[in-house]
């Protein structure tokens, strides 16, 4: 075997244990996935998986890191193919159309990191913390730009509300398949509602 053969053997081996790690990681949390298990499902000696990850934080830290980058790469692809400038509300409806997309085409890696998140350790959250601050101040510049254009209404806590629209789009991957509707349609739902909420004024 030449070395670019073994360098891609090695490759598709990782990437094999990090979709088996992803899977059992996104239904029996942290605390209840161990090595040998996520070895056993892919028919490998647990010993072949400590030459490719030397512990558990390191596959929970590259699941983590592979999630958030999803996430903002395939947001990057829906913001971009506006163009030039868009306006805040295709800008949003954008955004939320690429995340639902992430969450729900990479659901074993996503809810991997939604439901890990609080359990995992302290060095494995400071590792992947610039990357998912990088992400996250994409969405707190989109609100500044909200409030710029007066479309959030002044004394609207915006933390508060990017937490609220967070909760909403990462937890589509527990009822997204019994819905009966599109990410499209859920991102405009999920827009609209943003925008002008559910309460029907009273009209004289």
């Known amino acids: 075997m030449t070395l670019i053969q073994a360098t891609k053997k090695s490759a598709v081996t ?32 647990a010993g072949s998986l400590y030459y490719h990850f030397n512990s558990k934080e390191a596959l929970m830290q590259e699941v983590l890191n592979k999630s958030i980058q999803l996430i903002r790469d395939i947001v990057e692809e829906e913001v971009d193919k506006l163009g030039h400038k868009p306006d805040f509300v295709s800008l949003l409806k954008a955004a939320i159309r690429g995340h639902l997309i992430a ?35 994409f969405w707190r ?34 009822w997204y398949a019994d819905s009966g509707t599109s990410v499209e349609e859920i991102a405009e739902s999920q827009a609209d509602l943003f925008l002008h909420g559910c309460y029907k004024e009273e009209r004289d």
């Open 103 to 137: 969450i729900l085409r990479h659901a074993d890696y996503t809810l991997a990191s939604i439901r890990n998140y609080g359990q995992i350790p302290k060095s494995v959250h400071d590792f992947a913390q610039a990357d998912r601050d990088a992400y996250e101040n």
């Open 14 to 45: 990782r990437q094999l244990i990090l979709d088996a790690a992803a899977k059992m990681l996104s239904r029996h949390g942290y605390h209840g996935t161990y090595l040998k298990d996520i070895a056993a499902s892919i028919n490998m000696q």
């Open 141 to 174: 510049e989109l609100f500044e730009q909200a409030e710029k254009e007066g479309v959030i209404r002044s004394g609207v806590n915006t933390h508060l509300l990017r937490l609220a629209l967070f909760g909403s789009m990462n937890w589509a991957t527990i």
